[in-house]
């Protein structure tokens, strides 16, 4: 029997000389995994492939494109590092996710304008989440397609399978024996951080933390927090919304300046000393022993550990909290590390502060949502998410290597800063640029990007903060080549 003319199984695809229209002398010359792949990619999210939908063999669909089998088995290769297909053995490699949906947008759009009409305001960041656009290249944006479905459900599955009834009532506010004992034992595998379990409260990400922060600070008598300064606006712009002053501390490129820190008379600082946003930088070692020093006299440390666990090209650092723990109020969550929409990251706080900050969690909201909980501690326990992170970390340095090979090509004088880490890239720009403006008429090309300048409370050199995990490398090619034409076309 020829297994090329095998009979189609039921709910698969076709394939054949129909297949999409498939037509390979539209490829260009040595780009034709990168068309292929494009193509599939096109049709998964127009749903003419669906998910569920196997795709054809590699050497039938090879033959029938009359192209090498290395072709096909490349641009499959693509799309499942993208999280959009899977290999499944005997069964096919079958569609398993979407990428997210391009939002069609008309010249002229309103909502385009009124993102960087004027001082960004507190609704800046969905104002820019919902304006129309075909690509986004904005910080904070994880890899999506990426999210670990299958260990998610099976997970899933194992909790639910051994979950007893009184599981599903109110619980404890602080958030599930499970979760805090697994996220104690994360902690300390990659933070170098020892913590007591019941030190650990689960919270609804970073911003709530830093919300319920505020709140135990006011009544500590601490209303100003000094920040980095370029340092993030949403930081910013939640800790003013909980009536606290943060007067800006400048960083370099060793971190944040210590020294004036200490004569800002500041009572507290946020930073994010693993990975500086927006500028990547790592706070060195002589200004972690100032800043301990600064802290042991009584001042407050506030660590976000942004991007703790995205590292490539240095070695990890320790977190602040693994050095002085009663001075260090600690924040981290899986919103960079699996998907913000699952709320879901932790605090620590000095004894001292525990139980206000446990009340505060109880009167926010009662607790977080127990199942959640329940199954990302069963991926923590399994190695699952570990195993996720290092999917991620080799598909982030393509990525990254990509927009830096993009940016060099793209912007003649451009610097890119904080390769090292992270999911975004900083590039400061040559000459006299209006980096807001440049934004503009990016996001009127299509092409969504955070102006640096959003981020400092002083002046600051006109610069892009870029996001690199959630597109592939052909999405940011195109990406900078648009903002590269709408940076020429600026007066």
Not at 36 to 43: F, T
Not at 183 to 191: D, E, G
Request: glycine share 8%; charged share 20%; aromatic share 4%.
């Amino acid at each position: 029997m020829d297994r090329a003319k095998a009979p189609v199984v039921e709910g698969s695809i076709a394939a054949g000389t129909d297949f999409l229209q498939l037509d390979v002398g539209e490829a260009p010359p040595g780009g034709r995994a990168d068309w292929l792949a494009g193509r599939l990619r096109a049709a998964i999210a127009d749903g003419r492939v669906p998910v569920g939908a196997r795709l054809p063999a590699s050497r039938v669909l090879a033959a029938e494109l009359g192209v090498s089998r290395g072709v096909v088995t490349e641009a499959y290769q693509r799309l499942t590092e993208d999280g959009h297909v899977v290999g499944r053995g005997r069964a096919g490699t079958v569609v398993v996710a979407t990428p997210a949906a391009v939002v069609t947008r008309a010249p002229a759009a309103p909502a385009r304008a009124e993102v960087f009409a004027d001082q960004p305001d507190t609704d800046v960041f969905d104002a820019l989440r919902t304006a129309p656009a075909e690509l986004d290249l904005t910080p904070g944006v994880p890899d999506l397609a990426a999210f670990p479905r299958a260990a998610w459900l099976r997970a899933e599955r194992a909790v639910l399978h051994r979950l007893a009834p009184a599981a599903f009532g109110y619980g404890d506010p602080t958030g599930t024996p499970a979760l805090r004992l697994a996220v104690a034992t994360w902690l300390a595998r990659n933070r170098g951080i020892r913590v007591d379990p019941a030190e650990v409260v689960i919270v609804a990400g970073v911003s709530q933390a830093l919300g319920l922060l505020a709140q135990v600070l006011h009544g500590d008598g601490v209303h100003t927090v000094a920040v980095e300064d370029p340092g993030s606006l949403g930081v910013r712009q939640h800790l003013r919304n909980w009536r606290l002053d943060t007067p800006p501390v400048p960083v370099d490129a060793h971190g944040l300046r210590v020294d004036l820190l200490a004569t800002s008379g500041a009572p507290a600082v946020m930073l994010t000393p693993a990975h500086q946003f927006p500028t990547g930088v790592v706070l060195d070692g002589d200004r972690r022993r100032r800043l301990l020093r600064w802290a042991q006299r009584g001042g407050l440390v506030i660590e976000d550990d942004y991007d703790a666990e995205h590292r490539y090209d240095r070695p990890p650092v320790p977190a602040l909290r693994s050095m002085l723990p009663e001075q260090v109020c600690y924040a981290g969550s899986v919103s960079k590390l699996l998907a913000p929409a699952l709320r879901i990251g932790w605090v620590l706080v000095p004894q001292r502060y525990h139980s206000a900050l446990v009340a505060a969690k109880r009167m926010a909201d009662l607790g977080n949502a127990a199942l959640p909980q329940l199954v990302l501690a069963e991926l923590m326990d399994s190695g699952a998410l570990e195993r996720h992170l290092r999917l991620l970390r080799r598909r982030h340095v393509r990525r990254r290597d990509a927009m830096i090979r993009t940016v060099r090509a793209n912007l003649p004088g451009a610097v890119v800063h904080g390769a090292a880490a992270g999911l975004h890239l900083l590039v400061t720009l040559d000459g006299d640029v209006d980096d807001v403006e440049l934004a503009a008429a990016a996001l009127r090309r299509g092409v969504k990007v955070q102006p640096l300048s959003w981020h400092g409370q002083r002046p600051q050199p006109p610069g892009l903060v870029l996001g690199y995990a959630a597109n592939v490398a052909s999405d940011i090619d195109r990406g900078l080549a648009t903002v590269a034409a709408a940076l020429r076309d600026l007066p």
